[in-house]
């Protein structure tokens, strides 16, 4: 038996009276690998926002772990310090390397963790940048500090927002690597929005179809490529669906 | 003479760095306060502070003057912390209010020039709201320094309402800009040279350090 650990219930999002998202039921299962596709403007960031506790929903429920939160709820720091997000620009701070990634860590007081932050900066292929200025690094490079930033906390979930567009091959592969390695050796629960249906097919367990803000279709990654139930994921998935 | 030009130098600076350092422990965090959050009224405060950059510092002087005078709406109540008229702490209270909005402005622009998507990444890293606050403030420092500077240099060659609080009385609150004024009045032009090379001198290695820091910035 699967355990869940994020369960939306009608959620819907809107912003001045237009409704951005509207999810009647999404489940997301403990240690999986979860790929979100979608055109542009489906919603896709927004549903990230929601489970990062970013913001509120307009309406529903989303309930991590055992914890349900209404749009009336206050999200206690202890639940939000569980999930993180690599955004799709790294947005790192003007300090060097080993200060970004040691960030997060001394937001919750964690100053013994030189190791750790080594150990991480090793894996993205970083360490012997620690001490260079963050805006000095290329963009690849930067998404990896990004990228080794959340990692270093080991959050039980991780959320990706489009973590590679715009990103050469190595740098994608590095990523990508390192997704899969931190899902396998930890368990974190990965959850990756991406446009780049290649890059889903890559790296997730399973594959949610959005659109327009609502979800057409969930299945195994597999069957999502290869048998998709909906006519419109079968455009999606074949490229002919215009954006 | 010497002893009085010292003595001058040294009240001016008391002055305006006492004056500086409320306008900044208020103007900092409002202007944090203003440029990260959205509330009702957050537009007609910002236009407030905008024109409190452009004011006049002698009409600030005349209402300072106003409020303190025996007529004035607070003569009725004995408080310890409002000073009196011709006392340094007038000069002070009247240089807090001319620095604040400059302060605060200047910051509060700062924190509005700040990546937005950053704050939802520091708060996505598991930031509290006053770590995000202060985050946000170190990522802003560079204009939090223009704008503590700004509000020294408004500040410290200010002439009017010093003048008008403080009445340039010897001794007690004649700063660099009054002896300025009254020295070349009696034609003193050596003396009056003198302080004001003084007083060009200080905003100088105000901007100085300014510029120092900029340059360690740009290095970080």
Known sequence: MKELIFRLREVRKSYQDRCVLNIEKLDIYKGEIFAVVGPSGAGKSTLLRLMNF????????????????????????????????????????????WANVRYGLALRGRNDSDQRIEHVLEQVGLLEYANQKARTL??????????????????????????????????????????????????????????????????????????????????????????PEDPRTSAFVRGEMIY | ??????????????????????????????????????????????????????????????????????????????????????????????????????????????VMGVNPNLKSQIRSLGATNRQTAWTILGEARLGVIVAIVAG?????????????????????????????VLETRKGNFELAIALGSVLMGLTFFANLIMLRMQGRDADL
């Open chain 2, 1 to 110: 003479m010497r002893a009085d030009f010292f003595e001058i130098v040294i009240l001016s600076l008391q002055v305006s760095g006492i004056a500086l350092l409320i306008s900044t422990l208020v103007g900092v965090p409002v202007g944090v306060f203003m440029g990260l959050k959205s509330f009702i009224g957050r537009r007609l405060i910002m236009v407030l502070l905008y024109t409190g950059m452009g004011f006049p510092p002698v009409v600030i002087g005349l209402f300072v003057y106003l409020m303190l005078s025996n007529n004035g709406p607070l003569a009725d109540f004995d408080l310890a912390f409002v000073p009196s008229l011709f006392t340094p702490g007038a000069m002070i209270l009247a240089q807090s209010i001319i620095a604040f909005p400059l302060v605060a402005g200047f910051t509060m622009a700062a």
């Open chain 1, 54 to 97: 970013l913001e509120k929903p307009t309406e529903g429920t989303i309930r991590f772990e055992t914890h349900e939160f209404s749009p009336q709820l206050d999200i206690p720091l202890t639940i939000r310090r569980q999930v993180t997000t690599v955004f799709q620009t790294p947005l790192l701070l003007n300090r060097n390397v």
């Open chain 1, 138 to 227: 290329s963009g690849g490079e930067a998404q990896r500090v990004a990228l080794a930033r959340a990692i270093v906390l080991n959050p039980q979930v991780l959320l990706l927002d489009e973590p590679t567009a715009n990103l050469d091959p190595f740098n994608v592969s590095l990523i990508e690597e390192n997704v899969r390695n931190l899902n396998r050796d930890m368990g974190t629960t990965i959850v990756v929005v991406t446009h780049n249906i290649f890059q889903a097919h890559r790296l997730a367990h399973r594959v949610a179809f959005l659109l327009k803000g609502e979800i057409i279709e969930i299945a195994d990654v597999e069957k999502f490529f290869e048998r």
């Open chain 2, 152 to 180: 020294f240099g408004s500040i410290i060659s200010e002439v009017g309402a010093v003048m008008l609080v403080g009445g340039n009385i010897q001794h007690q609150t004649r700063v660099l800009t009054t002896a300025i």
